[in-house]
């Protein structure tokens, strides 16, 4: 896992879609999963394969809570952001709402390297087992926050605070 | 018995038709917005 410099140029397009979609995700906020950070760190890693976990995330592009031209709207900025990088696939973009754990997983229904542009003004930790076999945790920036890493690996999240994810399959 | 008086006076009529108004135009205020003008001020 390495943590990549933050590129103004390329969060544009994902600030502006935050913004135009701020009328239906206000009210997350207040929501909660109950999860806490205590309990993402007791977490025991599986030993047989979960390539994803069942987590109560918001589509982006998806969700009945936004407008229909919202997610239209928000899926050619993303195709074209998806581009502009150069990546082969946009792999989610959502948001987790606050005190969420995204448990230990490994991504191996779509191996490659990945790389995840993510925003959050609480505390938010990325958890992954190093090639060792060691646990490692990386918290997250005040605000934006660029991570790549080469699937399957071994990960969870934690965050306190409504987080805001936009995930690309870079290189297969 | 005396008839009652069920008229209401035209101050008391447009006291209420003002308060009304009035109320129409109150926005319901949204939980959240200040940490979302928070959020989106941050980003």
Known sequence: MKKIKVNQEELEPLKDIIKFTSGA????????????????????????????????T?????????TTEDKVEARLILRQWCKQLDAQQ??????YLPET????HT???NPGVRRYYTFTKGDA?????????????????MGWTVREFEAPIWHSIYTSQLRFSFGLLMDV | MSDEDTTIDNDKLKSIVDTM?????????????????????SL
């Not at chain 1, 946009?90 to 948001?95: G, P």
């Not at chain 2, 108004?21 to 001020?41: K, Q, T």
């Open chain 1, 125 to 141: 930790w990325f958890a992954w087992v190093d090639k060792k076999g060691n646990v490692q945790y990386d918290k997250d920036n």
């Open chain 1, 101 to 104: 754990i995204m448990k230990w």
């Open chain 1, 25 to 56: 995700w206000t009210s997350l906020i207040s929501l909660s999963n109950d999860d806490s950070e205590k309990k993402f760190r007791e977490q025991e890693v599986p030993v047989k394969d979960r390539p994803h976990p069942h987590t109560p």
């Open chain 1, 90 to 95: 946009l792999t989610n973009s959502m948001i």
């Open chain 1, 107 to 109: 991504n191996s229904d």
């Open chain 2, 21 to 41: 108004s009035i109320a129409e135009y109150i926005e319901p205020e949204i939980e959240g917005e200040e940490e979302s003008a928070d959020i989106i001020g």
């Open chain 1, 58 to 66: 918001i589509d982006l592009c998806n969700d009945q809570r936004f």
